[in-house]
């Protein structure tokens, strides 16, 4: 039963490449996020969503997209992959206050 | 714009003994909630306690519990009789009460715990 899942849990690419990670949440959440954590362990937002609309979208490159095709899914798409876009992405969802996370997708660029 | 300081990098105790890891953070709000999360080697990211910070009580989670100085703007994690499985990085976080707005980080501390 997990609350929010993503997929895949790994992914290894060469630069240059598209790719994209799916989030599902099964909680009845009307909101859902995506965040970034750095080599260095640091946990930044990148976008947010509420009832499938983009509130919030930090200074992340437009060569990020998130898609959502309905409330309990939050995808991220990324075009034209770079060494830097390394890291391990994590989608998030919440109700009133609290987030629940997803076991994280780690990306590592070639 | 919000920031959230852990001045410790990493904190080290010893088995069944008590360890505070500390935080600050900054902001000129006054409804907000404060937030513990727990991540381990395994990488998932797990709620370990929850702050608003509109209740002077502090909140407790069985062996967790925090230290809330709203006007010192203080927010420390104390774990009590710590176990092998508490060993982790611990990243303390703030999100501004209205709204689903994102949580703001610190760098995180990583507890050792020492057998």
């Known amino acids: 039963d997990t609350a929010v899942s993503q997929t895949p849990k790994y992914l290894v690419t060469q630069m240059g490449n598209d790719k994209s990670i799916k989030c599902e949440q099964n909680l009845g959440h009307d909101t859902m996020y995506w965040y970034k954590q750095d080599s260095k362990k640091f946990l930044k937002i990148m976008f947010s969503?509420?009832?499938?609309?983009?509130?919030i979208n930090e200074t992340v490159p437009n060569r990020f997209s998130p898609k959502s095709p309905d409330k309990a899914h939050l995808n991220l798409h990324i075009n034209s992959l770079e060494l830097g876009d390394s890291a391990v992405y994590f989608c998030a969802s919440s109700l009133i206050n609290t987030q629940y996370f997803g076991p994280g997708t780690r990306l590592t660029v070639l | 714009a919000q920031t959230v300081t852990q001045s410790q990098p990493e904190m080290s105790v010893q088995e069944a003994e008590t360890v505070t890891l500390s935080c600050t953070y900054d902001t000129s709000e006054s409804d907000y909630y404060l937030f513990w999360y727990k991540q381990p080697p395994s990488r998932q990211m797990i709620l370990v306690i929850r702050q608003e910070a509109y209740k002077q009580q502090n909140a407790t989670e069985n062996r967790f519990s925090v230290n809330f100085q709203k006007a010192a703007k203080s927010f420390s994690l104390k774990i009590s009789d710590s176990q092998l499985g508490d060993a982790a990085m611990y990243f303390c976080a703030y999100r501004l009460g209205s709204g689903n707005t994102p949580l703001v980080f610190g760098k995180g501390t990583r507890l050792s715990v020492i057998a």
């Open positions: 969503y509420n009832n499938k609309e983009l509130i």
